[in-house]
C-alpha cells in the first residue's frame, strides 16, 4: 500500500499546487490538474484510469470548472 500512499500524497501535492495556480489562472489549475492525473496513470501502468479520471473530475469541480462555475471547498 505504500506505492499507493505515495502516488495519493503526490496527487494531493499536485493538486494544493493546481489550487495555488488557480488564483494565477484558470490554465494553470488545469495544467495541474492533468499532471497529477498523468503521474498517477504512469506511476500506477494505467489499472486505475477509471478512478484518476474520477479524481480529475472532481478536482475540476471543486475548483470550479463544472458547469455552475463555482468552487467548492468541501472534499467530502
Known amino acids: 500500500m505504500g506505492g499507493t500512499d505515495e502516488i495519493r500524497n503526490k ?29 498517477a496513470s504512469e506511476r500506477t501502468g494505467g489499472r486505475f484510469d477509471e478512478q484518476v479520471q474520477r479524481g480529475q473530475d472532481q478536482a475540476r469541480r471543486r475548483m470550479g470548472e463544472d458547469a455552475n462555475d463555482e468552487a467548492q471547498d468541501d472534499w467530502s
Do not use: N
Open 11 to 39: 496527487a494531493g501535492d499536485y493538486a494544493d499546487k493546481a489550487k495555488g495556480a488557480r488564483r494565477q489562472g484558470s490554465e494553470k489549475a488545469q495544467e495541474g490538474v492533468d499532471r497529477a492525473g498523468q503521474e
